[in-house]
């Protein structure tokens, strides 16, 4: 028996192009993600077939009886043979906010039955079938699945991850109002955009990385704020705090990102944001590409 728990990263998208979009409908992208230090837990545990479970300070904003990536992904993947598991989402994240909490809990997922599998004697090979297994689930999950900083092209399935992503001090902002991303996708009025342009030499220089992003865009920024005009005050709001280098929304939004110069400048940033808008989700977090994939084994 075991019992192991996963960390889900919030995926920010420090940059967002939709440079398209298929005849069946899906937008093609070109986006720059990175890995934040907040995010949700999963625990399995194979001696308790209870099904899916949510607990954390944003689990009541969850149905456990409604659809949910985490049983869907079990589901799918670890098959009425290998005997029962036991799901619980602590959910730290709020949900629909553009940072990737339901994919990211999606691969987190699949990082434990991997890992599960690979004990029980019954590994699973990362094919182009169980890619698309897993693409099917959501297109975000599976540049969640390594929680490595990557350029990401199509419509999530070409991923090309990037060494030496510089450490970006952030604060995470959520004004407590979902915008659904069919929604915000279909208030984009032009569908082909320009690429982003050419990567920095220097991914470790986080001065260089910043400028190359302000010169970049999330072009689903504008129509988000157009159907949820408080995003934009949480952009103001972040640009006017000082020390704060580039702000810019992640995904279809509605959480916002600031860029600071070290962590104390964001920590400190977070905790004035949060005094004046008591009613917003607030993070300090880092971006490091630091690893945080691993299943952590529970005694």
């Given at each position: 028996?075991?019992?192991?728990?996963?960390?889900?990263?919030?995926?920010?998208?420090?940059?967002?192009h939709v440079v398209?979009?298929?005849?069946?409908?899906?937008?093609?992208?070109?986006?720059?993600?990175?890995?934040?230090?907040?995010?949700?837990?999963?625990?399995?545990?194979?001696?308790?077939?209870?099904?899916?479970?949510?607990?954390?300070p944003e689990g009541?904003?969850?149905?456990?009886?409604?659809?949910?990536?985490?049983?869907?992904?079990?589901?799918?993947?670890?098959?009425?043979?290998?005997?029962?598991?036991?799901?619980?989402?602590?959910?730290?994240?709020?949900?629909?906010?553009?940072?990737?909490?339901?994919?990211?809990?999606?691969?987190?997922?699949?990082?434990?039955?991997?890992?599960?599998?690979?004990?029980?004697?019954?590994?699973?090979?990362?094919?182009?079938?169980?890619?698309?297994?897993?693409?099917?689930?959501?297109?975000?999950?599976?540049?969640?699945?390594?929680?490595?900083p990557a350029r990401?092209?199509?419509?999530?399935?070409?991923?090309?991850?990037?060494?030496?992503?510089?450490?970006?001090?952030?604060?995470?902002?959520?004004?407590?109002?979902?915008?659904?991303?069919?929604?915000?996708?279909?208030?984009?009025?032009?569908?082909?955009?320009?690429?982003?342009?050419?990567?920095?030499?220097?991914?470790?220089?986080?001065?260089?990385?910043?400028?190359?992003?302000?010169?970049?865009?999330?072009?689903?920024?504008?129509?988000?704020?157009?159907?949820?005009?408080?995003?934009?005050?949480?952009?103001?709001?972040?640009?006017?705090?000082?020390?704060?280098?580039?702000?810019?929304?992640?995904?279809?939004?509605?959480?916002?990102?600031?860029?600071?110069?070290?962590?104390?400048?964001?920590?400190?940033?977070?905790?004035?944001?949060?005094?004046?808008?008591?009613?917003?989700?607030?993070?300090?977090?880092?971006?490091?590409?630091?690893?945080?994939?691993?299943?952590?084994?529970?005694?």
């Amino acid at each position: 028996m075991a019992r192991l728990r996963v960390f889900a990263p919030a995926k920010i998208n420090l940059a967002l192009h939709v440079v398209g979009q298929r005849a069946d409908g899906y937008h093609l992208l070109d986006t720059l993600v990175g890995f934040a230090s907040v995010g949700d837990w999963i625990t399995l545990d194979t001696d308790k077939d209870r099904g899916l479970s949510i607990q954390g300070p944003e689990g009541s904003a969850l149905d456990p009886a409604a659809p949910n990536l985490v049983l869907q992904t079990a589901m799918e993947f670890w098959g009425k043979g290998r005997g029962v598991l036991g799901l619980t989402l602590d959910k730290h994240l709020p949900v629909s906010s553009g940072i990737g909490g339901g994919s990211a809990d999606a691969a987190a997922t699949f990082r434990g039955l991997l890992w599960l599998m690979e004990h029980m004697g019954k590994p699973l090979t990362l094919d182009i079938e169980v890619m698309k297994r897993l693409l099917s689930l959501g297109a975000d999950v599976p540049m969640c699945l390594t929680c490595d900083p990557a350029r990401v092209q199509g419509i999530g399935e070409r991923i090309a991850p990037l060494d030496g992503l510089a450490k970006l001090p952030l604060v995470l902002v959520n004004p407590r109002v979902q915008v659904a991303t069919p929604t915000v996708f279909k208030a984009l009025t032009e569908k082909t955009n320009p690429a982003m342009s050419t990567l920095p030499a220097d991914l470790g220089d986080a001065q260089a990385l910043t400028l190359w992003l302000a010169a970049q865009r999330n072009d689903l920024q504008a129509p988000a704020i157009a159907l949820a005009p408080v995003i934009g005050t949480v952009l103001d709001r972040l640009a006017a705090t000082s020390g704060c280098m580039l702000s810019r929304m992640s995904g279809s939004g509605a959480t916002c990102f600031g860029i600071f110069p070290d962590a104390a400048q964001a920590t400190d940033a977070a905790a004035r944001i949060a005094q004046d808008n008591p009613g917003w989700w607030v993070r300090a977090a880092v971006l490091d590409g630091q690893d945080r994939a691993a299943p952590e084994p529970i005694s």
